[in-house]
C-alpha cells in the first residue's frame, strides 16, 4: 500500500467497496419498489423507518470506519498484535451498540414512529415494518463492522463478495415475502422486512467463515474480546464523524419527514424515493472514500505525504466523475427514474420533479465525501465531523426549514442543492488548508512520490 501506483491501488481498494456499495443500494432501492406496488402509502411507511435504519447504520459505520482507520495505522507500524485486539473490540462494540437499539425500538416503537412523522393513515404499515427489523437488529452491525475490518487488511474482493452475496439474497427474496410467490406467505410490508433480515444474516455466517478459515489474516484469542475501553476510545475518535454524518442524517431525515407528512402521504413518499435515488448515486462515493480512508492512513503513518496527496487528488476527481454522472441522468429522466417505484400520476409529478431539482448542484457532493475521509484516515477528528455537519446540519436543515415555510414542497427540494454547493466550498477550502499545515499544497504540481 505504501509503493505500488497510487492508481491501481485506489481501484483495487475501492472498487470492491464501492460494488458492495451499489449492491446494498440497489437492494434498497429494489425493496422499495416491490413495495410500492402496494401502493404510495407502503412507501411513505418505509420512509418513515429510515431515520432509525440510518441510526443503526450510523453506529456501526462508526465503529467500523474507526477500526478501519485504526487497523490500518497499526498494520503500517507493524503491530499485528494490536491490530488483532483492536478488531475484536470493534465486534464488541458492534453488537453491544445492536442490542441496545434493539431494546429501545422494540419497547418504544410507536412513540418513535410518531416523533419520525408517523400520522395515523401511515404508523399501521410503518410499525410492521419497524418491528420486524429491529427483533434482529444485532444482524445490521455485525456485518457492516465485519465488512470494514477485512477492508482494513487489504482484503477488500473478500469483502465486497460476501456484501454481494447478501444483497442478492435480499433481492431474490423480496418478492417471495411481499407478494407470496409459491409456498412463501404474503407479507406485504412485513415481507420486505423479513427479507432484509435473511440476508443480514447470510452475510453474518459467511464473515464468521472467513475470520476463522485461512482466508484473513486476523488471529483472534479470548482475552481480545474482554472489554478495553482505552481502545473504544481511540476507534470512536476517528469513527466519530462517520458517525455523526450518518446520526445527522438521521435527524435531517427525521425532521424532513415531518414537514412533509404534514402536506400529506404523498410528498412523504416522493421524498423516500427522490432519498433513495441519491443514496444509490451517493454510495459509491462512500466507497471510494472508505478505500482513499485505509490507503491514507497507511501512507500518513508510513510518513509518505506526497502520496497522501496524490491519493486525495485521484479521489475527489473519481469521486466528481460519479456524482456528475448521477447529477445529469436525474436531470436528464427523472420520470423514468420514478415510475420504477410507483405510477400513481400526482405521486410521479411531484417525485420527478423533485429528483430534477434535487440534483442540480449534486455534482461537487463525491469530492466533499473523499475530503472527510482524508481528515479521518489522518486521525483528525473534529475536521471530518465539522464538514459531515456542514452539509447535513449547518447548511441544509436550516435551508429546509426556512423554504419549506415560505415555498411549502417547492422550497424543501431547493434546499437540496443549495446547501450542497456551500458544503462543497467549504470542504475544498478546509481540505487546501490542512495541505499546506501538511507542507504538500493540495494543487500545486506534483513532485515524484515520497
Excluded at 56 to 73: D, E, Q, T, Y
Excluded at 275 to 290: E, I, K, M, T, V
Excluded at 408 to 432: K, M, N, Q, R, Y
Aim: glycine content about 8%; some cysteine; overall charge positive.
Amino acid at each position: 500500500m505504501g509503493e505500488r501506483p497510487v492508481g491501481p491501488l485506489l481501484v483495487k481498494f475501492s472498487l470492491p467497496a464501492i460494488v458492495a456499495m451499489l449492491v446494498n443500494a440497489t437492494y434498497n432501492i429494489v425493496d422499495t419498489a416491490f413495495v410500492g406496488k402496494l401502493g404510495h402509502e407502503a412507501i411513505a411507511a418505509l420512509t418513515l423507518v429510515w431515520p432509525l435504519q440510518l441510526t443503526m447504520i450510523a453506529l456501526s459505520f462508526g465503529v467500523g470506519v474507526g477500526a478501519n482507520s485504526l487497523i490500518a495505522r497499526l498494520l503500517g507500524a507493524g503491530d499485528k498484535r494490536q491490530a488483532n485486539h483492536a478488531a475484536a473490540q470493534a465486534f464488541l462494540l458492534g453488537v453491544f451498540s445492536g442490542l441496545v437499539v434493539m431494546a429501545v425500538a422494540l419497547l418504544w416503537t410507536d412513540p418513535i414512529l410518531r416523533l419520525l412523522g408517523a400520522r395515523p393513515d401511515t404508523l399501521p404499515l410503518a410499525r410492521e415494518y419497524m418491528r420486524t427489523l429491529m427483533w434482529f437488529a444485532p444482524l445490521v452491525f455485525f456485518p457492516m463492522v465485519a465488512n470494514n475490518l477485512l477492508r482494513a487488511e487489504g482484503n477488500p474482493v473478500l469483502a465486497m463478495s460476501v456484501m454481494i452475496i447478501s444483497g442478492c439474497t435480499n433481492i431474490l427474496l423480496d418478492p417471495l415475502f411481499i407478494f407470496g410467490i409459491g409456498p412463501f406467505p404474503a407479507l406485504g410490508v412485513r415481507g420486505a422486512a423479513v427479507a432484509t433480515v435473511i440476508a443480514r444474516f447470510v452475510a453474518a455466517v459467511l464473515f464468521i467463515c472467513c475470520f476463522a478459515g485461512k482466508r484473513s489474516g486476523y488471529r483472534f484469542r479470548l482475552r481480545h474480546f474482554i472489554p478495553w475501553p482505552r481502545l473504544w476510545g481511540r476507534i470512536y475518535a476517528v469513527g466519530a464523524p462517520s458517525m455523526v454524518i450518518q446520526l445527522s442524517g438521521s435527524v435531517v431525515a427525521t425532521v424532513a419527514n415531518n414537514i412533509l407528512a404534514g402536506f400529506g402521504s404523498i410528498p412523504l413518499a416522493a421524498y423516500g424515493v427522490v432519498f433513495r435515488l441519491f443514496s444509490f448515486a451517493f454510495l459509491p462515493c462512500l466507497g471510494l472514500s472508505q478505500g482513499t480512508l485505509s490507503l491514507t492512513g497507511y501512507n500518513f503513518g508510513a510518513g509518505k505525504l506526497t502520496r497522501v496527496r496524490e491519493i486525495i487528488r485521484k479521489g475527489a476527481l473519481s469521486a466528481t466523475a460519479i456524482t456528475t454522472f448521477f447529477s445529469v441522468l436525474f436531470i436528464a429522466v427523472p420520470r423514468f427514474l420514478v415510475a420504477l417505484f410507483n405510477r400513481e400520476p400526482v405521486f410521479l409529478d411531484l417525485a420527478s420533479h423533485g429528483l430534477r431539482v434535487a440534483a442540480l448542484a449534486f455534482a461537487p457532493v463525491g469530492a466533499l465525501v473523499v475530503f472527510t475521509a482524508f481528515f479521518q484516515g489522518i486521525g483528525r477528528a473534529v475536521p471530518a465531523m465539522c464538514l459531515s455537519l456542514a452539509r447535513q446540519v449547518l447548511f441544509f436543515l436550516p435551508a429546509l426549514i426556512l423554504l419549506a415555510h415560505l415555498f411549502g414542497v417547492e422550497g424543501f427540494w431547493f434546499a437540496i442543492p443549495i446547501s450542497d454547493v456551500l458544503a462543497a466550498v467549504a470542504s475544498v477550502v478546509w481540505t487546501a488548508a490542512m495541505f499546506r499545515r501538511l507542507g504538500v499544497p493540495l494543487f500545486a504540481r506534483t513532485r515524484k512520490p515520497d
